[in-house]
């Protein structure tokens, strides 16, 4: 992968950006369309998830509402609830910052959830999460970052486990030229993170191994952007209120879809006609 970083250990430690450092990851995300970035999460964070993700993946309710999305691939909607529900996860200071440059201040927690890849699985089909905005590609792909998927593996990432590929710049090219420039494949070790523009070509590779590869992917948005193609139901966070009482308060704008979700159940719920 070309476009990478290595924070610093002092950026590690305090979870704070040098503004050479942050300048050099927005730039090489502006460019490549995506960005590997290493080290951010902690791996003791990490086990926990891995753990729940996998008793939800082969809890019978969860797996019947799991989506296909490939061969012996599957992704899981998931609540905001323990132990999803922390900070850590939700809101990696480092990640969160990129995200301020690249989607504005008012950017929001678009979707949350879980990809995994079973045993055997073979390469997914290659693809965009969403249809271009506009007809014309080149309206498109002149537009500055609307969504950005963060990709946080909760194993480490090999050809064994199967990687994800990522056609890097593709969210600048028409669509009949967007692949022709080859793939790069994401190995990574427990604690990097990919990050992602919506209009990014990619998909998971086969995985090898005889252990699943479980990855929980963030959607987060301009606060207007809803995915219509994935969550047709529109608005796609789940979190209760006494999870949502337990968001720090300045990250509660992260949550505002979810807000709308209440206030619209509570409205047409209470709606009369006369
Ligand atoms: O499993 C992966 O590596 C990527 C999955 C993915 O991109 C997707 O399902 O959209």
């Known amino acids: 992968m070309q476009s990478q970083i290595n924070p610093t250990p002092e950026e590690i430690e305090h979870q704070r950006w040098n503004r050479a450092t942050l300048d050099q990851a927005c ?48 992704m899981l909607s998931l609540p905001i609830e323990y132990p999803f529900n922390a900070p850590h996860l939700y809101a990696n200071p480092l990640v969160l910052r990129i995200l301020t440059r690249l989607l504005g201040e008012s950017f929001v927690l678009n979707s949350f959830g879980a990809v995994i890849a079973e045993p055997g699985a073979r390469a997914q089909h290659v693809h965009l999460d969403h249809p271009q905005l506009f007809d014309d590609d080149q309206h498109s792909n002149d537009l500055p970052a609307y969504a950005v998927t963060v990709l946080l593996p909760l194993v480490s990432m090999s050809r064994e486990t199967g990687t994800t590929r990522v056609w890097e710049g593709s969210h600048r090219l028409p669509e009949d030229q967007a692949l022709s420039q080859g793939a790069s494949h994401v190995s990574s070790s427990l604690g990097d993170c990919l990050l992602m523009d919506y209009r990014v070509w990619h998909g998971g590779t086969e995985v090898r191994q005889t252990e699943d590869r479980p990855v929980l992917y963030f959607v987060y948005s301009r606060p207007w952007f809803r995915d219509y193609v994935n969550f047709p139901a529109n608005y796609q966070i789940e979190i209760g209120q006494q999870d949502l009482k337990q968001v720090p308060l300045d990250l509660q704008h992260l949550f505002a879809l979810a807000a709308l979700k209440s206030e619209y159940a509570y409205e047409s719920g209470n709606a009369q006609w006369t």
Do not use: I, P
Not at 29 to 55: D, M, T, W
């Open 27 to 74: 730039h090489q995300f502006q460019e490549h369309g995506a960005l590997v970035l290493r080290g951010a999460y902690s791996e003791a964070h990490l086990s926990v998830a891995r753990q729940a993700v996998r008793r939800r993946a082969t809890d019978d309710l969860h797996a019947t509402q799991a989506k296909r999305v490939g061969n012996r691939r599957m």
